[in-house]
């Protein structure tokens, strides 16, 4: 159920939080790829930069970020700006319990990120992954071989830290000795040996290495957990599939709501559509576990229209908001690409789209879901989806307008023959101009190779029809980086207003003193 107390991050704090996470599974899903397994993503937005809060999102149980399957093994990412081996946890409330919905097969991966730019989003892997298994992790947690930190803030939930004392290889090196008090690493980037010891509090931690052994930046070399190891290959299970059908009658929620996502990734045969909708049509089952079951079954084939009238019924009558964004949130993973499914679905997405379409200009629907549903779309990636997007920069809320604009300029780098059909617009309305122009700006500016820059400007620029129009098209072109391409046409514009006010950002936007504060 979701949590009644909301404690929400400030967005630049829970950006970033966002962004490391992000940045970790990512590598991690690469990774794991390399090493065999077929990993697809359980965590809703765990593969983007995208935050929500309640109540655009529910907040809710843990879910792991990734699943094999193959080998049916969960995979939580734990990005840490410094590295170590530790978990949020809460001892008042289960569905936050650092373990909750974890098997003592699953692991959790622990991943060194460094911040590389000033941008919240710039941030990379830094080093190996390790790989910890949840059964060891309990075993040292239920012996008390753990740290509690202080507790966090407001902002982050009030939840604690609780931390297994490991000790990590600072950069590239080679074991050289190794006893049951210390361990000694000679560093690549240094002419000195390293002494390790082998003890934190009272605890004694075990060697991960062994004299001679090579080892990596930011790999687990001891700790009190025995068994951290920096690779995890898959193994996989004769029988995944029934043991995920099995997984609908787990008593565990997370395993339910486990089983009822993973299940769109198989084929549809009678066994796997029977469970997903018994499970849909389970009154007592937990909403979040319904609302994926019937994601699954409406990606399937949804034969008798369960799914479909399940979801839309839940958009008309949840009386929760956050649930009716979930619903949205959830149809948003209908993908028709194969990133993650053998089998491109075109007829799922179109279901999707036409269930979402209409939530964008209901007035009797929260801003949020109306917001959430314009993002959506985005996700989504199709065509049809354009027109509605750039109605909905004339009166809708500032909110939505917003998302509609981020989620348009999604669909035109993916469809990039859409740019034309959004062009009339920008000519002739103003109301709609500024989200138009900033898609443009974007699209322009971070596609250059699939963009003829002359065709570009002409189209741009051959319809001039008032200032407000000239203001826009200066913006659209005046934030592109001034390369000599985009010089050499400017000169050649008609509009003297237009080639002054383009030079005009030119100038001012790359000074030094653009951006200066005062302090």
Known sequence: ??????????????????????????????????????????????????????????????????????????????????????????????????????????????????????????????????????????????????????RKGREEGFEKRIIWPTRFASANGTVVDVNDEYLKVNYDNSRKTVKIKLKEKEMKLIPLVRKGDRVAKNQAIASVVPDITTEYSCTPKSDALQYFVNLLNNPNEVRRYIGAKVLRYFPPTDNVLDALARTVENASESKFVRIEAAVSLLELGDRDKIAYNFLTNMLKEERELCFRNEVILSLAEVKSDETFKEVKNYEAVKKAYNIIKDLLFDKNQDVSTRAVSAWALGELHIPDAVDLLVEAFDDL???????????????????????????????????????????????????????????????????????????????????????????????????????????????????????LEEW
């Open 1 to 150: 159920m979701a949590s009644s107390k909301i404690y929400l991050k400030s967005y630049e704090s829970f950006l970033e939080k966002i962004v490391q996470g992000s940045v970790a599974t990512n590598e991690a899903l690469k990774r794991l790829r390399d090493m065999g397994h077929k990993v697809v993503p359980l965590e809703k937005g765990t593969l983007s930069f995208k935050v929500w809060v309640y109540p655009y999102k529910c907040k809710r149980f843990r879910v792991p970020d990734l699943i094999c399957l193959r080998c049916a093994t969960s995979f939580e990412v734990r990005a840490k700006t410094s590295l170590e081996i530790s978990m949020s946890h809460s001892g008042s409330d289960e569905h936050r319990a650092w373990d909750y919905g974890l098997e003592d097969g699953d692991y959790i991966i622990f991943v060194g990120v460094t911040k590389t730019g000033e941008k919240p989003i710039d941030y990379s892997v830094d080093g190996v992954l390790n790989f910890a298994n949840v059964g060891s992790l309990r075993g040292a947690f239920t012996k008390g071989k753990i740290v509690e930190a202080r």
């Open 397 to 515: 809320p500032d909110e939505v307008k917003k998302e509609s604009a981020r989620a348009l300029l999604q669909i035109v780098r993916s469809h990039h023959e859409t740019i034309n059909n959004i062009l009339p617009f920008f000519n002739s309305d103003e109301k709609k101009r500024p989200g138009i122009a900033w898609v443009l700006m974007k699209y322009l500016s971070g596609l250059n190779k699939y963009v003829d820059i002359h065709e570009f400007v002409s189209k741009l620029t051959n319809v001039i029809t008032d200032d407000n129009h000239r203001y826009w098209i200066s913006y659209i072109l005046g934030m592109q980086k001034p390369s000599d391409e985009l010089k050499g046409i400017l000169p050649h514009l008609k509009d003297e207003k237009l080639f002054f006010g383009v030079n005009l950002l030119w100038t001012v936007i790359n000074s030094w003193v653009w951006g």
